[in-house]
């Protein structure tokens, strides 16, 4: 082809060059950075207070009966900081690890352990994403979104030419086709992936919280660790503004203890509306620690009292439960 040719797809202008080598290396290092931190931060466990002593162990196994098995396990838990529990009102306890699970913490099948606030196991990166790495999971998926936006933003016009023939008969032809093609691919998927997990992060929900809600004293609550959509950013990113956009771990709290929306609310109310439930087994009568609730409270709800958050009224409508707690404020 003609020189003429080869002149459409090089930049001639220095300062454009700058600036694409720039912004691409730029993207693409974060892009990498983060998705190392992703693939190589190890699935955070629950600490040793969550195991049960020798003598309980073996008392565990002795008995065959769940509800003497239950008993130990609630006499283990009682200086825990949980506020979940099953849905049948047990308290969660891992079987392969033999410890009681913190709230939000889930066996992990493929990596074959319990794993703090776990989000789901992710093939893609060959890790859990958990408590220890979702902020780092966040921003690859970021970052990756912007690379392949750039990737496709800067091949488009050539894109473009190849549909109306301008552009030189050279291999050149298909790099441009492929560039553009598997760029916006990735964008749009990686897109509706990372939409969801903003919307996540905005509820503080993990993707397994948002299949089977969290079990509370009043019943499951998929809102129950939710404390405004401000609070809930911090608590994946932190408090300084200024590492929010590097894969640095700055997520609040220890990842065994989160603060819940229930806490705001006065323990003696909460007693008087759980008496108002239906009788239970002596079992699922007080399947909690009696340590009192307002003891998980920390600085995260300091400020203000959101136990009502913005958004969610409509959600309190439809769920009997958390209508019921309301009322029962109020009155
Ligand atoms: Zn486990
Ligand atoms: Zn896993």
């Known amino acids: 082809m003609p020189e003429s040719g080869r002149i459409q797809v090089t930049i001639s202008s220095t300062a454009e060059k700058v600036v694409y080598l720039v912004v691409f290396h730029l993207s693409f ?88 606030k776990m989000d789901h196991h992710c093939p893609w990166v060959n890790n859990c994403v958990g408590f220890s790495n979702y902020k780092f999971f966040l921003l690859f998926l970021m970052y990756s979104l912007l690379y392949c936006l750039f990737v496709a933003a800067t091949v488009l016009q050539y894109f473009i030419k190849f549909w109306t023939n301008e552009l030189p008969d050279t291999h050149a032809k298909f790099h441009v086709l492929f560039l553009f093609f598997v760029a916006a691919m990735f964008f749009i998927s990686i897109l509706s992936l990372f939409s969801y997990h903003c919307w996540l992060v905005g509820k503080n929900r993990s993707t397994i919280e948002t299949f089977r809600a969290p079990t509370f004293r009043n019943g499951p609550d998929k809102n129950g660790f939710s404390l405004g959509c401000s609070k809930n950013l911090r608590e ?33 109310q909460l007693t008087v509306s759980s008496q108002n439930e239906p009788a239970k087994s002596s079992v699922s009568s007080q399947p909690f620690p009696t340590r009192p609730l307002s003891e998980s409270q920390n600085r995260l709800l300091s400020s203000d009292c959101q136990w009502v958050e913005s958004g969610s009224e409509e959600e309190n409508v439809k769920s009997g439960t958390k209508k019921h707690i309301i009322v029962s404020l109020e009155s």
Not at 36 to 48: G, R
Not at 49 to 66: N, T
Not at 253 to 265: A, K, Q, Y
Request: hydrophobic content about 35%; proline content about 7%.
């Open 29 to 116: 290092v974060m892009f990498v950075w983060s998705y190392w931190k992703t693939i190589f931060t190890s699935p955070a466990s629950p600490s040793k207070e969550f195991c049960l002593s020798k003598a309980d162990k073996e008392q565990y196994e002795k008995e065959e009966r769940p509800e003497s098995q239950q008993e130990i396990l609630r006499r283990a838990a009682k200086d825990l900081p949980i506020y979940t529990t099953t849905a049948s009102r047990a308290i969660r306890y891992c079987d392969r690890c033999q410890l009681i699970k913190p709230d939000r913490c889930h066996h992990c099948s493929a990596c074959d352990i319990c794993v703090l």
């Open 236 to 268: 994946v990113f932190g408090d300084e503004k200024k590492y929010w956009l590097l894969p640095i771990f700055t997520s609040l709290g220890d990842g065994c203890n989160f603060p819940t929306r229930l806490v705001i609310m006065d323990p003696e």
